[in-house]
């Protein structure tokens, strides 16, 4: 077909669920470690007449003429095909630094190792100062590709105003979001202030547990993911029993997630595998992985389980929606609404006592573990969305060459020294950092709505997945927004928030 062709609406949601399909899957390989060179170029190619600018322009057509519920759907095949374009022109310079990022390399103590195997590594140090020493040659191989970082993201801002007509990428994201950033930033702060006093009791408490009295009063963020794995309490929180008790821990609320055959779980150790668990829905609900990598610790149990409310809102959703309300949405607010809520399982002090045979006393010690952890990343969150704020603001003048507030911000919400060259790798596409926000507010709201529906035992009960059950039958068609007035919330609700964070 020539690449000026045009499809109604139908085709072309069709054709473009094989091209996610087929790009989801090599996006799978590459993070698993299958493959160590990412083809993805090939791909938008072989699709490429899915992206041109007639396409987008029929689709705005359609869209004009549609009733409400087909706009909305033809507005995210319309996004969907601008993105493409975009994609279509960026793809060989994303292969080339996302190959460039798997083949670096770092020597440690005479070893060399993938940078990747670097990051992961730095969970399992136990020594305070190897952690600081290779996490100083991590920034530095990563920061080393900070060039390349800001020209890929000259090129697809370009782009991005060319092919939407706006110029603004802060309104940009507001539009497709449906909301104000500086309104939600407004009382992110407002609850982050309202939570420091708690905050600051926690962090003391538990950098001196995990830390020892002899780290720095503003430790490097070499030892974040040490302390998302509250390594010390790696005995009570084996690698080997994650799976057994994340399954048994689905499987209280009414998920037998191993009964579910198209949730593929991908738990293996690989040395190029992406520390960082995730899922990757490939056609929802049929085809839906979720991958972790377990090293030990706390946060295997809790990536298991936030990666498995994404896995079970995909693999949950109706079969009968069209491909778009299966798959696309016009953030990622919603479906991180799930993977808190399950990852929420893990802060509740009876499930410490259910599954590790700890004393009650114990239990809730190592609950509060959870919740600074919570609060730690929430505030680093909100400082990261005024950071990016302020950094795409401020784009057309400065390209990108400054890391503006980066480091004061993150340092000063966090109690972590964060370095000022991790300002680009620090950043994901199209302000996610206000969908993890969003998604903060609205898992508060829903954990205080179970609470009142279900009970204290919300976490262990079948009645919480059939509430949720319900919730995922929707796909990706209601936005975050939606889902607080559902639950009787404002959507700018922080109430349950902040009562939960400041529940030292």
């Given at each position: 077909m020539s690449t000026t062709?045009?499809?109604?609406?139908a085709e072309y949601e069709s054709r473009l669920q094989q091209y996610y399909f087929e790009r989801a899957e090599e996006a799978r390989a590459v993070r698993v470690g299958e493959k160590d060179v990412s083809e993805q170029a090939a791909i938008v190619a072989s699709y490429r007449d899915l992206f041109t600018r007639p396409q987008i322009e029929a689709l705005r057509e359609a869209e004009a003429a549609a009733d409400a519920e087909e706009r909305e759907r033809l507005y995210r095949l319309r996004k969907t095909c601008e993105a493409g374009v975009i994609s279509a022109e960026i793809a060989e310079q994303e292969d080339a630094l996302e190959n460039a990022i798997l083949g670096a390399s770092v020597t440690f103590h005479g070893e060399d190792m993938p940078l990747r195997s670097a990051q992961a590594r730095l969970?399992?140090?136990?020594a305070y100062t190897d952690r600081e020493e290779l996490g100083e040659l991590e920034r530095a191989a990563s920061a080393a590709f900070n060039h390349d970082r800001r020209t890929l993201l000259e090129a697809r801002e370009q782009l991005e105003a060319e092919v939407t007509g706006d110029p603004d990428p802060v309104a940009r994201n507001?539009?497709?979001?449906?909301?104000?950033?500086?309104?939600?930033?407004?009382?992110?702060?407002?609850?982050s202030d309202a939570t420091t006093d708690a905050?600051?009791?926690l962090r003391n408490t538990w950098f001196e547990k995990l830390l020892g009295s002899k780290r720095e009063a503003q430790p490097s963020n070499a030892h974040v993911h040490y302390l998302r794995r509250l390594s010390p309490l790696e005995s009570t929180y084996t690698k080997d029993a994650a799976v057994d008790i994340c399954l048994a821990s689905t499987l209280a609320l009414g998920f037998d997630m191993m009964a579910i055959p198209n949730i593929r779980l991908d738990l293996e150790d690989r040395p190029q595998k992406n520390p960082r668990a995730c899922v990757i829905p490939s056609n929802p609900p049929e085809v839906v992985h979720l991958i972790t990598r377990a090293q030990g610790g706390l946060s295997d149990y809790q990536a298991f389980m936030h990666e498995a409310g994404h896995a079970l809102h995909y693999a949950g959703v109706d079969p009968r929606l069209p491909f778009t309300f299966r798959s696309i949405s016009r953030?990622?607010?919603?479906?991180?609404?799930?993977?808190?809520?399950?990852?929420?399982v893990t802060r509740e002090p009876g499930w410490h006592a259910l599954h590790f045979g700890l004393s009650d006393a114990q239990a809730e010690e190592n609950a509060q573990a959870t919740l600074f952890l919570e609060a730690l990343l929430y505030r680093r969150y909100t400082a990261k969305l005024?950071?990016?704020?302020?950094?795409?603001?401020?784009?057309?003048?400065?390209r990108g060459r400054s890391e503006r507030d980066y480091s004061s911000a993150l340092t000063?919400?966090?109690?972590i020294r964060y370095d000022r060259r991790n300002y680009l790798a620090d950043m994901d596409a199209g302000f996610y950092s206000a969908d993890y926000l969003r998604a903060w507010i609205r898992s508060a709201q829903l954990r205080t709505f179970l609470l009142r529906e279900v009970g204290e035992d919300w976490w262990r009960s079948e009645a919480t997945g059939d509430i949720l059950r319900e919730l995922f039958l929707e796909g990706t068609r209601p936005t975050s927004e939606e889902m607080a007035g559902r639950l009787g919330f404002d959507p700018l609700d922080t109430g349950p928030l902040v009562e939960d964070l400041s529940a030292a």
């Open positions: 062709a045009v499809r109604d609406a969970a399992v140090l136990d507001e539009e497709e979001k449906a909301i104000s950033l500086r309104e939600l930033e407004r009382v992110l702060v407002a609850a905050f600051d009791t953030d990622h607010a919603l479906t991180e609404i799930y993977s808190y809520i399950f990852e929420a005024r950071y990016e704020l302020g950094f795409w603001s401020a784009f057309a003048e400065e000063t919400a966090t109690g």
